[in-house]
T-cell receptor, first 113, second 115 residues
């Protein structure tokens, strides 16, 4: 699996957009970018994933650079409940030996009032 | 409501005792996983099962055992052989391995403290 690099922490004002970066310079062509988040003492929650096109859902937007070596997760209007650790994960899709997601230390996003 | 349940949320045990953590899902998912999380760290895979009656070791299986007798249940036993069992344990499940993406659903976790 490609390794990812994320800043250890970020702050954001409530109501503003939170932009969380992730570097994955060794990503290969068949690897997807996934984002999960984990609120303190809870299980991780899936947010979004993408291959090369930008993606948007009800929770967030994912912007992947054209060379796919980095991506940004955007929370358009951050709330206090968005305070969590955000994990960027790169992994192939499909079955077979595709059996796990490797979680690093992620980025602790703190949304301030 | 569909989801994954883990019980109990907090568990205390004396050193040297085996303890079993429960994980149940009603999502009809084939694959289930156990992860361990230590303070300030990411998740590490202990065991996983892609189908009933089958399971494989993850990255840190020593001192742990699992069973998968039913599709909806994947209990984890922390044995006395596990040197540092105090941690936050997370169970997850995923739809059939042939899906085109890999979204995992996580339970709320069990925080195990060995005294």
């Amino acid at each position: 699996d490609a390794k990812t690099t994320q800043p250890p922490s970020m702050d954001c004002a409530e109501g503003r957009a939170a932009n969380l970066p992730c570097n994955h310079s060794t990503i290969s062509g068949n690897e997807y970018v996934y984002w999960y988040r984990q609120i303190h003492s809870q299980g991780p929650q899936y947010i979004i994933h993408g291959l090369k096109n930008n993606e948007t859902n009800e929770m967030a937007s994912l912007i992947i650079t054209e060379d796919r070596k980095s991506s940004t997760l955007i929370l358009p209007h951050a709330t206090l409940r968005d305070t969590a650790v955000y994990y960027c994960i790169v992994r192939v899709a499909g079955g077979g030996s595709n059996y796990k997601l490797t979680f690093g230390k992620g980025t602790l996003l703190t949304v301030n009032p | 409501d569909g989801g994954i349940t883990q019980s109990p949320k907090y568990l205390f045990r004396k050193e040297g005792q085996n303890v079993t953590l429960s994980c149940e899902q009603n999502l009809n998912h084939d694959a289930m996983y156990w992860y361990r999380q230590d303070p300030g760290q990411g998740l590490r895979l202990i065991y996983y099962s892609q189908i009933v009656n089958d399971f494989q070791k993850g990255d840190i299986a020593e001192g742990y055992s699992v069973s998968r007798e039913k599709k909806e249940s994947f209990p984890l036993t922390v044995t006395s052989a596990q040197k540092n069992p105090t941690a936050f344990y997370l169970c997850a499940s995923r739809d059939t391995p042939t899906n085109s993406y890999n979204e995992q659903f996580f339970g709320p976790g069990t925080r195990l403290t060995v005294l």
